[in-house]
Nanobody, 115 residues
Framework: QVQLVESGGGSVQAGGSLRLSCEASRSIFSISMMGWYRQAPGKQRDWVADITSGGSTLYAESVKGRFSISRDNAKLTLYLQMNSLKAEDTGVYYC?????????WGQGTQVTVSS
């Protein structure tokens, strides 16, 4: 079992920035694919970005150029730097760890962007 704990959410005005963190409880983090997802009120959970164990990244078109995913394997921590935030970025952000065919989820952190 792996626990994931997100932090760094909050309220910000459009155009602002936030940095989310996700700390894992086990060192299996370092060999796992990690990702960020978000869920707006009344909508399904959508993929935002992925980062492989080797550091390769992939982004949803809606956040490309504004968000940056990174990881620190020594700290077992995943990050999401969010810049130029828009009202449509509002939602609960979840980190996900994928390893050996299983996906583990954090509890989520709320991001609210006001226009």
């Amino acid at each position: 079992q792996v626990q994931l704990v997100e932090s760094g959410g909050g309220s910000v005005q459009a155009g602002g920035s936030l940095r989310l963190s996700c700390e894992a409880s086990r060192s299996i983090f370092s060999i796992s694919m990690m990702g960020w997802y978000r869920q707006a009120p009344g909508k399904q959970r959508d993929w935002v970005a992925d980062i492989t164990s080797g550091g390769s990244t992939l982004y949803a078109e809606s956040v490309k150029g504004r968000f940056s995913i990174s990881r620190d394997n020594a700290k077992l921590t995943l990050y999401l730097q969010m810049n130029s935030l828009k009202a449509e970025d509002t939602g609960v952000y979840y980190c996900a760890l994928t390893v050996n065919g299983r996906i583990y989820w954090g509890q989520g952190t709320q991001v609210t962007v006001s226009s």
